[in-house]
């Protein structure tokens, strides 16, 4: 497995992961899934700011993730909002990990304190949303820190929404990045 960053060019096979978690999952809140076109912008507007990283293996994509602005206000520049996605038949292969893990220290070598995930749950029993989500980003250190109720609307049925962080630097004071 080789981990690397994300190019414009990548759209239709990060596509291929990411389309099956629209349509299958609430995992998104998205009802449809992006065409190429919207995905390739979305990868170049991402990979002007942040890092984007896939993970392959034998020309196969396993899985990506990326970090993104998480508020437009300059004093949250520290903060960013990440996104991981794992092609569904490689999920338990440590994937997640590898990926989370260059993604952490190529943001922490820009300055980035704060990772902050926003994470779909639910409190029944669903076969579109298992608690998947939520307990892999508690084994890597993040603590839930908010919890939207009911907030979207997928499937015919209300989902809640969780945010969780994870520190990644020291907050001095004065910070000066």
Known sequence: MTIRPVTPDDAKALLAVYAPYVTETAITFEYDAPSEEEFRERIIGITSKFPYLMAEENGKVLGYT???????????????????????????????????????????????????????????????????????????????????????????????????????GEHRVPYNN
């Not at 409190?123 to 820190?145: N, R």
């Open 66 to 168: 990326y970090a993104n602005t998480f508020r437009t206000r300059p004093a949250y520049k520290h903060c960013v909002e990440t996104t991981i996605y794992i092609d569904k038949s490689q999920r338990h292969r440590g994937i997640g990990r590898t990926l989370y893990a260059e993604l952490e220290k190529q943001l922490k070598a820009m300055g980035i304190l704060n990772l902050n995930a926003s994470i779909t749950t639910t409190d029944f029993p669903d076969e579109h949303l298992t608690p998947a989500s939520e307990l892999f980003h508690k084994s890597l250190g993040y603590t839930k820190v908010a919890h939207f109720h009911k907030c979207g609307y997928k499937y015919g049925r209300w989902y809640d929404m969780i945010w969780m962080e994870k520190m990644i």
